[in-house]
Nanobody, 122 residues
Framework: QVQLVESGGGSVQAGGSLRLSCAASGTVIRGYCLGWFRQAPGKERERVAS???????RYAHSVQGRFVVSKDNDKNTLYLQMNSLKPEDTAMYYC????????????????WGQGTQVTVSS
């Protein structure tokens, strides 16, 4: 029933910006924990940002100060604004959602999008 669709990925030069969107359908995400993950070839999946049902945000150290996660409950959409991009940010980016509502460490997210590729060149 729940579907998440990412968009906004692409290729940019180092120092550039990109805005990812995650459109949800089949449920209302207001009460959900929402997260952004990324995975590069040969590397472990990393949670880069999350936002709780109450709006509390958390970031991985690697993106702190550069990325901003936000949501629009009326549009049922999650966003990730990525600034000052670095080549090491290159990865497939996924959004995820869970109805638990609070983004605790190691939360097993129930719903995942298909991913969108982000490539940053030097």
């Amino acid at each position: 029933q729940v579907q998440l669709v990412e968009s906004g990925g692409g290729s940019v030069q180092a120092g550039g910006s990109l805005r990812l969107s995650c459109a949800a359908s089949g449920t209302v995400i207001r009460g959900y924990c929402l997260g952004w993950f990324r995975q590069a070839p040969g590397k472990e999946r990393e949670r880069v940002a999350s936002i709780d049902r109450d709006g509390t945000t958390r970031y991985a150290h690697s993106v702190q100060g550069r990325f901003v996660v936000s949501k629009d409950n009326d549009k049922n959409t999650l966003y990730l604004q990525m600034n000052s991009l670095k080549p090491e940010d290159t990865a497939m980016y996924y959004c995820a959602a869970d109805d638990y509502g609070y983004c605790i460490i190691n939360l097993p997210f129930k719903h995942w999008g298909q991913g969108t590729q982000v490539t940053v060149s030097s």
